[in-house]
């Protein structure tokens, strides 16, 4: 049934299209006819792959989320499990993860005043944190923490990486990659020291 | 001249009302009319007191960060200077301070396409780490850390501050008060340990 992968991909190829617009332009910019525009297909043709411009944005939001998914999945060494690695990916430190980041923030000041649409930041921020207090409990450095200790160093890794991506996101200059990771290394030192992981590097 | 004072008072009154409708019901529903209509002005009269809708959500703006600087100076213990009840403050768990993190990702989320928008926010948050910056120098939990290691601090501070505003108010069932204050003190507390504030209190 290839008509029904095409359906998925070609949602998919608009959301990309929509989510630079977003990042350029914010949300005003998103329009049905901006989308279809860029995309080089009339309105028409974006109109029957989202309902309407909700639909479409939430499908831009996911599609971010996805994409910044993607970067941190690349971001992993061979082999091995880590949670670090994966948490200094998700940073704005890349022009396509300042475009999620700005993506997000603009949908995030729409959702405000939307109940629907403002369930989906916890909802996507918590699956994040369970990816990687996952990753933790094979990670060597993180692994000797119980359960509950990996999950709330995972959400308090997770509050590090939104501050600092909102600081960042409108302060690029003054926030370079290292500047941003500095500080989710040290999130992540607080609770796992590098005695520690020296102790464990040496077991191994 | 007494016209001038009402000016202000009146531009301050028109940017709280313009406030809570942006948190009720995010930027679009802050029009002209809605504000004149919610202070029981004409439309005439609200354009008196601002050139245009930029001019009205820049001074909306500029009011929440303004009510939220009031709210950390009403939280400051009479006589000495407190950096962490001033941070405290600033979090998401009054009404108040709900309404304000929400105007700010409204404006944030509009001001990624607008460049004279998006300066305002690193200038209001520097202005913010500044003044905690300049209580540790008074405060004697941080007195004895060196003025760029106070800077450096109050900007880490800063970053937990933002973070776990984002993560609150999208979630404010899962992130009561002391859910989030947990993380500020945390932040602080990885800098300035509390043996060395009791050893501080001892030579006081």
Not at 61 to 83: E, H, I
Request: hydrophobic residues 50%; aromatic residues 8%; without cysteine.
């Amino acid at each position: 049934m290839p008509a029904i992968v095409n359906q998925a991909d070609r949602r998919d190829a608009l959301a990309g299209r929509a989510a630079e617009i977003i990042a350029a332009g914010g949300l005003e910019a998103a329009t049905v006819k901006a989308v279809a525009g860029a995309a080089g297909f009339s309105t028409k043709v974006v109109s029957h792959y989202f309902v309407d411009k909700r639909d479409l944005l939430l499908a831009t939001y996911r599609f971010a989320a996805q994409s910044s998914l993607a970067l941190a999945r690349a971001g992993q060494p061979a082999g091995r499990a880590d949670a670090e690695a994966h948490l200094l990916a998700l940073l704005p430190t890349t022009p396509t993860g300042v475009r999620n980041w700005k993506v997000w923030f603009a949908f995030w000041g729409y959702a405000i005043s939307d109940p629907e649409f403002s369930d989906e930041q916890p909802h996507q921020i918590a699956a994040s944190e369970a990816r990687v207090a996952e990753l933790m409990a094979a990670d060597p450095r993180f692994a000797h923490l119980d359960e509950p200790s990996r999950r709330q160093l995972a959400g308090d890794a997770m509050i590090t990486v939104l501050g600092v991506a909102l600081r960042a996101v409108f302060d690029l200059g003054a926030w370079p990659g290292a500047r941003q990771q500095r500080l989710v290394r040290e999130a992540l030192a607080a609770a796992a020291p590098a005695g520690r992981v020296a102790a464990l590097a040496n077991e191994a």
